[in-house]
């Protein structure tokens, strides 16, 4: 019995032996990962990526490639007419696919002159140019934030491109007076934002709806084409009446008001009492003066006072007036559309500092522009009213649910 469990023992170890001989896993090889970019298996060769520098050019680069002036020749040659070498700039990138067991063996040039655009210069067989776009993805959302600093500073404490600011500037240009808007007021946008890759971030394509906050009031905007076939995008409120006015609210963008319209001011040159009829806007000296609506340039010139100005009537009531400028860009019998620039902001005349005075008369009578309800541009055709309010319903849905859920109301 001794002998026969001593046989058990030995052989059940044997076999638990064998057993965990068994789960001995042969290690695992690590596959290398698969890089795919410009077209290429990156994997096949050496990359080497770098930036153009002070000095450089298509041939010097190719130089440093083990390329003869011959042969550099014949390349400029064959690719001049897809290619330009010359538009190569300085801080630009651009990657060189080397042969991997000889790395002075260039097979591709790849150079980047901005983010959507490659060039692919293939040196392999025959000599060929690509241009390419990359792969670019539109991702869509609503985000809702109050006011913190300045519109630029709020967004992008949102997220979201500051590069949005001026955009909704253009949009509200009419309705909202952004010199007034103050912390805490709300707004929320939807956007559709552009992805190259789906990685890398490129901007704002379009914005879908928006609303703002101002003066109590939610101020909704959405972009809507009256004429399906027509290129023509109008933005209009959640009642279907166009945002649009014949004015815009200031000939400035992102500016202070410094002195308003009164009948009484200190003046701070003269150093005397007098009525003020105009608004001031203080803005640094070249900042771009526009047009608050379209008409001709009445008159532009100069005086003591005023400093370099330029005078626009709009129609047989109203007219507008601007001073101290730096440079005028207009010329006198010049017509002008809404928003364009007509000189940039100074300080000749009686100023102190760079700004723009901008002056409003109505049938001939200086008034006060920010106390004036102004006429609006053409309304929407009725014929397209009820399918412009189907089309916004689940827009603004949107906009007040995502500002539910971030302000609570």
């Known amino acids: 019995m001794k002998y026969i469990a001593i046989i058990l023992v030995l052989t059940t170890l044997f076999a638990c032996n064998k057993k965990e001989e068994k789960e001995v896993k042969a290690p695992a090889v690590k596959k290398e990962k698969i890089l795919v970019e410009y077209g290429f298996t990156l994997n ?80 392999r067989d025959s000599i060929v140019v690509h241009k390419k776009q990359r792969p670019v993805t539109i991702k869509r959302r609503t985000i809702a934030a109050a006011i913190d600093g300045s519109v630029s500073e709020t967004l992008k404490n949102a997220g979201v491109s500051a590069a949005l600011a001026p955009e909704l500037s253009r949009i509200y240009a009419w309705s909202i007076d952004f010199f007034k808007i103050q912390k805490g007021d709300k707004f929320a946008v939807t956007i559709n934002e552009k992805y ?31 004429d399906p076939n027509s290129k023509r995008v ?54 771009p003066i526009m047009t608050t609506a379209s008409g001709v340039v009445e008159r532009t010139g100069y005086t003591a ?11 047989g009531t109203y007219a507008t007036q601007y001073l101290h400028m730096s440079k005028i860009l207009v010329r006198q019998g010049q017509r002008v559309q809404q928003g364009d620039v007509i000189g940039r902001v100074g300080s000749t005349g009686l100023a102190t500092g760079p700004h723009v005075c901008y002056r409003f008369w109505r049938n001939g009578i200086q008034v006060d522009p920010l106390r004036q309800k102004l006429p609006n541009s053409e309304p929407m055709n009725a014929k397209y009213k009820a399918r412009y309010m189907e089309y916004i319903k689940p827009l603004k849905k949107e906009l007040d649910s995502v500002s539910i859920a971030k302000f609570g109301e």
């Open 44 to 123: 096949d060769f050496k990359v080497v990526n770098d930036t153009v520098k002070s000095g450089d050019s298509f041939g010097k680069i190719l130089g440093t490639q083990n390329f003869d002036a011959a042969r550099i020749h014949e390349i400029n040659e064959k690719i001049k007419d897809s290619f330009n070498v010359r538009d190569i700039r300085i801080g630009k990138p651009y990657t060189l696919l080397q042969n991997k067991t000889a790395p002075h063996d260039l097979k591709v040039f790849i150079y980047q002159p901005d983010r959507m655009t490659y060039y692919v210069v293939d040196l």
């Open 196 to 226: 190259i890759s789906d990685t890398i971030y490129a901007g704002i394509e379009s914005i879908d709806a928006s609303y703002f906050e101002y003066k109590g009031k939610k101020v909704y905007a959405f972009p809507f084409k009256q």
């Open 234 to 287: 109008d933005y209009f409120d959640e009642e279907g009446k166009v945002l649009k006015n014949m004015f815009l609210k200031a000939p400035l963008k992102f500016v202070n008001i410094t002195s308003r319209f009164t009948k009484s001011r200190f003046h701070p040159v003269q150093l005397k009492w007098k009525a003020h009829n105009g608004t001031d806007y203080a803005a640094p000296t070249g900042t």
């Open 305 to 315: 006072g005023n400093g370099n100005f330029v005078k626009v009537k709009h129609n």
